[in-house]
């Protein structure tokens, strides 16, 4: 059987140099997805609301792809991870995608999350969880109502207050991905979720992505406003800027901050700048097909491309930077990759072996 990716030995020592012994032995990665090709629509219906470079990662990623995934990537090192599906378009399969997540979490013993769509009733949307096995739910702006230009989907177009009602009286989990251009600095998704921390204090609320803030333009005044926060929680999944890293911890505390890869895309082999204000990812000329039309994306060759390494190590790289910079102790860095995410799993009802 061919391997699931390339370990090069550009990897190996990026990963002994700079994250192995950054790392504790346990990890719990919060974001994760898992689906099969056949769950995921293959002709697009709907209008476009995503960017489309992850798909260049990998068209599916099966439960036993994950678990390999983390073998090669942390040797020596357990992995927890939270699983839900991919229905990031609204013509995927989102009833088999949550099926599959949830056998597979079944199987392995693992915390997963349902993927909600917000036409789903306060009664519905509980009854699926409970069936489920759990531990809440994963929102993605996509599954807003399609008439609603892409540029101006609040929060509350796909996590409808009724929805909130029920992780608030349950006290489970919310994956959010914030919606709108300009990311964690709009001053719509700031008030909303503000509101949310207000009127819905027993649910556990993640902001995805530290807010997609992958660039410094992306932040204005946020960190500002969210320091009036107590509960909300940040996951760094898929962000690799340690000057965003160094204010959110600044901003929050240790204690709220998880951490959370967004497998399997950051198996990508890349390394991410920003130019006036936007992201780029830098990979090697060839390797993801022709990225010419995707602005997000940019073609390297010879020396440069050679020394790429993994989407994942660079993320984690730059939460040590980061947390090397602010002053960070052991026992804090252990708490973002480890404590956090088991005091929250165990908040939610599950049990870690």
Same mark, same amino acid.
């Given at each position: 059987?061919?391997?699931?990716?390339? $370990?090069?030995?550009?990897?190996?020592?990026?990963?002994?140099?700079?994250?192995?012994?950054? %790392?504790?032995?346990?990890?719990?990665?919060?974001?994760?997805?898992?689906? %099969?090709?056949?769950?995921?629509?293959?002709?697009?219906?709907?209008?476009?609301?995503?960017?489309? !470079?992850?798909?260049?990662?990998?068209?599916?990623?099966?439960?036993?792809?994950?678990?390999?995934?983390?073998?090669?990537?942390?040797?020596?090192?357990? @992995?927890?991870?939270? @699983?839900?599906?991919?229905?990031?378009?609204?013509?995927?399969?989102?009833? =088999?995608?949550?099926?599959? $997540?949830?056998?597979?979490?079944?199987?392995?013993?693992?915390?997963?999350?349902?993927?909600?769509?917000?036409? !789903?009733?306060? =009664?519905?949307?509980?009854?699926?969880?409970?069936?489920?096995?759990?531990?809440?739910?994963? $929102?993605?702006?996509?599954?807003?109502?399609?008439?609603?230009?892409?540029?101006?989907?609040? @929060?509350?177009?796909?996590?409808?207050?009724?929805?909130?009602?029920?992780?608030? +009286?349950? #006290?489970?989990?919310?994956?959010?991905? %914030?919606?709108?251009?300009?990311?964690?600095?709009?001053?719509?998704?700031?008030?909303?979720?503000?509101?949310?921390?207000?009127?819905?204090?027993?649910?556990?609320?993640?902001?995805?992505?530290?807010?997609?803030?992958?660039?410094?333009?992306?932040?204005?005044? =946020?960190?500002?406003?969210?320091?009036?926060?107590?509960?909300? +929680?940040?996951?760094?999944?898929?962000?690799?800027?340690?000057?965003?890293? *160094?204010?959110?911890?600044?901003?929050? #505390?240790?204690?709220?901050?998880?951490?959370?890869?967004?497998?399997?895309?950051?198996?990508?082999?890349?390394?991410? @700048?920003?130019?006036?204000?936007?992201?780029?990812?830098?990979?090697?000329?060839?390797?993801?097909?022709?990225?010419?039309?995707?602005?997000?994306?940019?073609?390297?060759? #010879?020396?440069?491309?050679?020394?790429?390494?993994?989407?994942?190590?660079?993320?984690?790289?730059?939460?040590?930077? =980061?947390?090397? *910079?602010?002053?960070?102790?052991?026992?804090?860095?252990?708490?973002?990759?480890?404590?956090?995410?088991?005091?929250?799993?165990?908040?939610?009802?599950?049990?870690?072996?």
């Amino acid at each position: 059987m061919s391997q699931l990716f390339e $370990v090069k030995e550009v990897d190996r020592k990026f990963y002994a140099e700079r994250v192995r012994d950054f %790392l504790p032995e346990r990890i719990i990665d919060i974001h994760t997805h898992v689906w %099969l090709e056949r769950s995921r629509s293959a002709v697009m219906t709907a209008p476009r609301r995503t960017v489309t !470079w992850p798909s260049r990662v990998a068209s599916s990623n099966s439960i036993e792809d994950h678990l390999e995934g983390y073998r090669l990537l942390f040797p020596g090192k357990r @992995i927890l991870p939270v @699983i839900f599906g991919n229905a990031v378009d609204p013509v995927d399969d989102i009833e =088999a995608g949550n099926a599959y $997540v949830r056998r597979s979490a079944a199987e392995h013993s693992l915390p997963a999350l349902l993927f909600a769509t917000p036409r !789903w009733s306060g =009664a519905e949307l509980e009854e699926r969880v409970l069936a489920g096995g759990f531990l809440g739910i994963k $929102v993605y702006l996509s599954l807003a109502e399609p008439y609603i230009p892409a540029g101006e989907i609040r @929060i509350f177009d796909f996590l409808p207050p009724h929805q909130l009602e029920v992780l608030d +009286r349950n #006290g489970w989990i919310v994956m959010l991905h %914030l919606p709108r251009p300009k990311r964690l600095r709009d001053p719509v998704n700031l008030a909303q979720m503000l509101q949310i921390e207000e009127r819905y204090p027993n649910a556990k609320v993640i902001i995805a992505h530290v807010g997609r803030a992958y660039c410094p333009e992306d932040v204005g005044n =946020a960190f500002e406003v969210l320091r009036r926060t107590r509960r909300m +929680r940040f996951d760094i999944s898929a962000n690799t800027n340690p000057w965003v890293f *160094e204010r959110l911890i600044q901003a929050v #505390g240790s204690k709220r901050i998880l951490f959370g890869s967004d497998l399997p895309i950051v198996r990508m082999r890349m390394r991410r @700048i920003c130019e006036s204000g936007a992201y780029i990812n830098l990979v090697p000329k060839g390797l993801y097909g022709d990225v010419s039309g995707d602005p997000n994306m940019r073609e390297v060759e #010879g020396e440069e491309a050679e020394r790429l390494s993994f989407f994942m190590y660079e993320e984690i790289d730059a939460f040590r930077r =980061a947390a090397e *910079e602010i002053g960070l102790t052991r026992e804090e860095v252990e708490d973002v990759f480890w404590g956090n995410g088991a005091r929250l799993l165990q908040e939610v009802g599950f049990e870690i072996a």
